[in-house]
């Protein structure tokens, strides 16, 4: 089964508009971690936002946050106000243990390509 | 944020013969490495684990005879890809985690785009 799984390939929001991208996980770990990152067609990959299994409130960064809704397994982002320089894939990612866990590996979901357009 | 560096950015070699790729974390001691692969337009597949002075852990499906990774010191893992072929031709990208019960944050090199003739 997929551990991280985006159903949506693609994205399109007017600039200054919100938009949501879905993501949903698996895992029966009971101590777990949620990561969105960023990755603009010059490949890097910029972390956005990081929400912990026990985490009572949901995360925010900025025009970021994370909609986690822990008993539907779902880690959705959310970005206000879009701007031009938002086009880019979105990749969701989960880590299974607690914080500072050292099985570290990251599972990343298909990615989402947003594109913001004027 | 902590720095990860990769080099080269990209390389463009022969089939036949064999690339190496520095991952270098620049101002802290990384315990864990990971190499991941990414082809156009996928999600990145992680090829190996490596934790310095240990072997690498590699990913099923992973041939570690042609994908040697190598954790020598805390701010240093390398990874040769031996014998390269055109199928292996990819953009190739390490990240690096400092571990501690403080830190649950990789941090990603800007990656190695290989393209082999």
């Known amino acids: 089964a997929q551990k991280i799984t985006q159903t949506q390939p693609g994205m399109f929001v007017q600039e200054k508009e919100a938009v949501t991208l879905d993501c949903t996980y698996d895992t029966s770990d009971p101590s777990y971690g949620l990561f969105w990152y960023k990755q603009p067609s010059s490949g890097e990959m910029i972390f956005l936002i990081y929400q912990g299994s026990y985490d009572q409130q949901n995360a925010t960064e900025g025009r970021y946050s994370l909609n986690f809704q822990k008993a539907r397994k779902s880690a959705n982002l959310v970005i206000s106000a879009s701007q031009l320089g938002d086009s880019a894939m979105y990749f969701c990612?989960?880590?299974?243990?607690?914080?500072?866990?050292?099985?570290?590996?990251?599972?990343f979901g298909r990615g989402t390509q947003l594109t913001v357009w004027p | 944020g902590a720095v990860v560096s990769q080099h080269p950015s990209w390389v463009i070699c022969k089939s036949g013969t064999s690339v190496k790729i520095e991952c270098r974390s620049l101002d802290f001691q990384a315990t864990t490495m990971f190499w991941y692969r990414q082809f156009p337009k996928q999600s990145l597949m992680l090829m190996a684990t490596?934790?310095?002075?240990?072997?690498?852990?590699?990913e099923q499906g992973v041939e570690k005879d042609k994908f040697l990774i190598n954790h020598a010191s805390l701010t240093l893992s390398t990874l040769t890809v031996t014998s390269a072929h055109p199928e292996d031709s990819s953009f190739y990208i390490c990240?690096?985690?400092?571990?501690?019960?403080?830190?649950?944050?990789?941090?990603f090199g800007p990656g190695t785009r290989l393209t082999v003739t």
């Open positions: 990612a989960m880590r299974e243990g607690g914080r500072g866990s050292t099985l570290g590996r990251l599972y």
């Open positions: 990240s690096a985690s400092g571990g501690g019960v403080t830190s649950y944050e990789q941090y």
């Open positions: 490596s934790n310095e002075g240990s072997k690498a852990t590699y």
